[in-house]
Structure formats: structure tokens, C-alpha cells
């Protein structure tokens, strides 16, 4: 990196590590916070991100700035640097900063406000709140609008560049088509449901770290804890956070948890180490990480070839309640799709369904079209319409997901996104590596380097298109997921 990148690199410095202690903040409010601590964590958290709109937001970067636009030839760091932070960039500097602040705030005791309304299940006591975030969202998503560019593209953009409704539209209006029908054919010759499985949660958790290590998470890198929604947070290469959660009657739902975040979790432990505190650290777009993680979680965590090496530790960890099922049961078990009402329980054919209900509100939203109060009665029809379940209450219903009350809007395509991505990367790892082979192995390492090599070790140093073009060669084709939900689920 020549001179003027690194002085840039230097300034902002402070704008990494304020970001580093704000993850570590939003992953500890998930986890360890006391409940009470909300009030008061969020206004040094508002601080905190003042704090980094300063640092980010000033004269001196934009002089760096412009010195190093002036540079030819740029590499690849370079490019991303200068692409990432004019992003960022532009983006904060169209907001005013106390309206900025407030949002901040606002977005610290979103989540405690969503848990409490949850657990009652009573939509109205978040609605407030969701009313005033959704209110922000619309506003500095017009603020930071281009001409003639929509609210919900702006946000959309910020958690994949370069892919809009324009391009999502279609890719939904082709699910639907073909989810649908294949999941009425799924349902009408179902696979066996997995009983009640009673097993103890201090066996899960030594099972579950058993299995993040097994993928490849590097546990002097990385912690894993326990939270209501999975997720997992990287404040850098060498210390990135795992939280799952584990059900007594349901050892699968921990288990697929662990090895989804485990995908997102080594992303984060393979970027370069280089990029660590700069702004090209951590994953790329949210669609690429969401990616990673399905990857692991159902292309291949769903495979025979995956569980043949370690199903008998499964069964000797658990013998009462995996003991006398041989692993074809498992498999069956494991891969049933069925329509149903949590998304984070759905199986990998109905997912995308969950998501679209997801899409078409946000889009509704911030059109103005439907209104916070409408949410609960909006989200149900679709519910019938596209999956044929109705909630019974807003707990199962508008309240289950956490990412509204986080600001996220935009974010949940980029779940669809990733499958879609996981099934393109996946073709294209087959036809340079006997994939199957090394997984009925157990030897993981070839598979997580074709992943550092075309994905992990860039970060934020190239883009999403940029990546699925060099790998694969060929920009974002849906087809090969769509073929490959239609060749797993038609079997
Ligand atoms: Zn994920």
C-alpha cells in the first residue's frame, strides 16, 4: 500500500476500534448483559457511535481521501479501501449528526423493548418503538438517496452492493414459482418427523463445540456462547463470537445452529489478518456471509458424506437418543421440509418463503403502504397465502425475528441471497475437488481452502459481484439453486 493509503489507513484507525468495542457491546447486550443494564449501556453506546461518525466524518479524511483518488493503478486493497470508506462515507455524511446519535440510541434498548414484547407475546408494546425506528429508516434512506434511486434500494445496497429490487424482484417471483408447487408434492409424501429427543444441554454443549471445531472454528480465536437468536459477531480475525442455543427436546436445532454461525464464523477467522482494525477487515456483503454459512449449515452439514465420519460420536454422546437410529434416519429426519411458522426453525426448501413474507413488507414499509399497527394482520395473510400456516399469536408471528428492533431493514434477502450464492459456489468447488470424497473423509480442509483462497482472505476488499465473477465466471445466477432445491426436494 503506497503512502497516501496508509496515512488514510492511520486516520482511521479510531473509527475500527470504535467499532470493535461496539460489537463487543451488541454482542454482550445479547448475551451477558444484565436486563436492566439497557438504559444505561445505550447512551454510552449513543456516545460511543457519535464518537465514530466523528472520527470517520472530518476534513482530514476527506483530504486523504482525495489524495489518494488522485493515485493510478490502485490494487486491489487500495480499490476496496477507497470503495468502502466513500461508501461509508457518503452515507453518514448526508445525516445530521444528532438525528444520527438518537437513531443510535434509539437502536440500544430496541432489542430489550422486542425480547419483552416477545415473551408476552403483545406486538403493541414494541410497536412504538418499531414505529419510530421504521420512521428513521425512511428518512435517511431518502437522505442518502441518488437521484431517482428508491428508499428501500438504499437499503438494500447496504447489506449487498450492487443488488436492488430490480434484480430481486424476479429472483422472488422465481422461488415462489417453483418453491410452491414442489413443496406441496414435499408435503404430500412426507418424510418422518423427528420425535422428542430428551437430551441434557451440558452434553449439547460439549457436542456443539465438538462440531464448531470440526468445521473449522479455531476456538483461540473465537468464544461460543448462548443467546435466544443465534448470530455471531467478529470484532477481528483473532476474536470473532459464536452464540447458538440449545433446546432440551430438540438437540437438531442447536446443532444446525452451531455449524450456520460456525460458516460465518470462520469467514470472519479467514480474513486476512492484514486487513484486522482497517475497514477492509471482516466479511464482505451480508447475502456473501449468509452465504458461508449455509454452506456449511445445509449444502453440505445436511449431506450424508458430512455426517458419516462423526454420526457414531452423535450417537455415543446421545446413545438413548440416537443410539438405535441408524444414520438413513438421521438423514431423513434432518432434510424433512415442512411448512411451518419460525423461520429460524424452517427447513432449507420452505426458508426462502419466510423470507419473502419478510421482503414484501419491508418493501411495503417504506413505500408507506402498509403501517406498523398493520403489521401483525399483514404478516399473517402472507403467511396463508405462501406457506398455508396462520400464527396463533404475535410471539410465533410479526415478533419472532430480532432485526427490526436492531434497524435492519434490507438485511433479510440477503438470507435468500446467501442460499442462492452457497449453491453457485458449490457447483463450481465440485468441478475442481471430489467434495464428497473428502467430506466422507472428514477432512474439511480443502473445502474451508477454496473458501479462504476465493472468499474469506478478501473481506471487504472486493465485492460480492466481483467475487462470483472470478470464482465462478459468471455473475449471480439464481438457477443453480433453484436446480438444486428442485433435484434434493424431487428425490
Ligand atoms: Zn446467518
Same mark, same amino acid.
Given at each position: ?44 453506546? =449513543? ?236 466479511? =464482505? ?102 406457506? =398455508? ?103
Amino acid at each position: 500500500m503506497r503512502e497516501s493509503f496508509q496515512k488514510l489507513q492511520e486516520h482511521l484507525e479510531k473509527v475500527s476500534a470504535l467499532g470493535a468495542a461496539l460489537a463487543l457491546f451488541s454482542w454482550d447486550s445479547e448475551t451477558l448483559a444484565p436486563k436492566k443494564a439497557a438504559e444505561y449501556t445505550s447512551k454510552a453506546v =449513543g456516545i460511543l457511535s457519535g464518537e465514530m461518525f466523528g472520527a470517520l466524518i472530518n476534513d482530514t479524511t476527506k483530504e486523504c481521501m482525495a489524495r489518494c483518488e488522485q493515485e493510478k493503478d490502485l490494487d486491489v486493497e487500495e480499490k476496496g479501501l477507497l470503495r468502502v470508506l466513500k461508501r461509508q462515507f457518503e452515507e453518514l455524511e448526508k445525516l445530521p449528526r444528532e438525528e444520527y446519535e438518537a437513531y443510535q440510541t434509539l437502536l440500544a434498548k430496541g432489542p430489550s423493548v422486542w425480547y419483552e414484547a416477545k415473551e408476552k407475546k403483545d406486538f403493541s408494546l414494541f410497536a412504538p418503538v418499531l414505529k419510530e425506528i421504521v420512521e428513521y429508516n425512511r428518512r435517511f434512506a431518502a437522505l442518502r438517496a441518488e437521484k431517482g434511486q428508491k428508499p428501500y434500494d438504499v437499503l438494500l445496497g447496504d447489506y449487498e452492493e450492487g443488488f436492488t429490487m430490480e434484480m430481486l424482484d424476479p429472483f422472488f417471483a422465481e422461488l415462489k414459482k417453483e418453491i410452491v408447487p414442489l413443496l406441496r408434492h414435499v408435503e404430500e409424501n412426507p418424510l418422518p418427523k423427528a420425535p422428542l429427543r430428551h437430551c441434557s444441554i451440558e452434553k449439547q454443549r460439549e457436542f456443539n463445540r465438538f462440531l464448531a471445531e470440526y468445521v473449522g472454528f479455531d476456538f483461540e480465536r473465537g468464544v461460543l456462547s448462548e443467546t435466544e437468536h443465534p448470530f455471531t459477531d467478529g470484532l477481528h480475525s483473532y476474536d470473532v463470537r459464536i452464540a447458538t442455543h440449545y433446546f432440551e427436546d430438540n438437540p437438531e436445532s442447536g446443532i444446525f445452529s452451531t455449524i450456520h454461525e460456525s460458516g460465518h464464523a470462520l469467514y470472519e477467522q479467514q480474513v486476512n489478518p492484514a486487513y484486522n482494525l482497517t475497514l477492509l477487515g471482516g466479511g =464482505g456483503g451480508c447475502g456473501l456471509h449468509e452465504s458461508q454459512s449455509r454452506f456449511f449449515e445445509n449444502v453440505i452439514g445436511r449431506s450424508e458424506a458430512f455426517w458419516k465420519p462423526i454420526y457414531g460420536k452423535l450417537q455415543d454422546t446421545f446413545p438413548e437418543a440416537y443410539g438405535s437410529l441408524p444414520l438413513e434416519g438421521f438423514l431423513q429426519e434432518i432434510n424433512r421440509a415442512q411448512a411451518s411458522l419460525i423461520r429460524t426453525e424452517a427447513d432449507e426448501l420452505t426458508y426462502s418463503l419466510h423470507i419473502l413474507v419478510r421482503y414484501e413488507l419491508e418493501k411495503e414499509l417504506m413505500e408507506g403502504t402498509v403501517q406498523v399497527e398493520e403489521l401483525p394482520r399483514a404478516w399473517n395473510e402472507k403467511y396463508r397465502e405462501y406457506l =398455508g400456516v396462520v400464527p396463533q399469536n404475535d410471539g410465533e408471528g410479526v415478533l419472532q425475528d430480532i432485526h427490526w428492533a436492531s434497524g435492519l431493514f434490507g438485511y433479510f434477502p440477503s438470507y435468500a441471497l446467501g442460499s442462492a450464492i452457497a449453491s453457485q459456489l458449490f457447483a463450481c468447488m465440485k468441478r475442481q475437488m471430489p467434495v464428497e470424497e473428502y467430506l466422507e473423509k472428514g477432512n474439511l480442509l480443502p473445502i474451508r481452502e477454496f473458501l479462504r483462497e476465493h472468499v474469506h482472505q478478501w473481506g471487504k476488499a472486493k465485492t460480492t459481484v466481483e467475487i462470483l465473477r472470478e470464482t465462478t465466471g459468471e455473475d449471480f445466477n439464481a438457477g443453480y439453486y433453484v436446480q438444486y432445491l428442485k433435484e434434493k426436494f424431487g428425490r
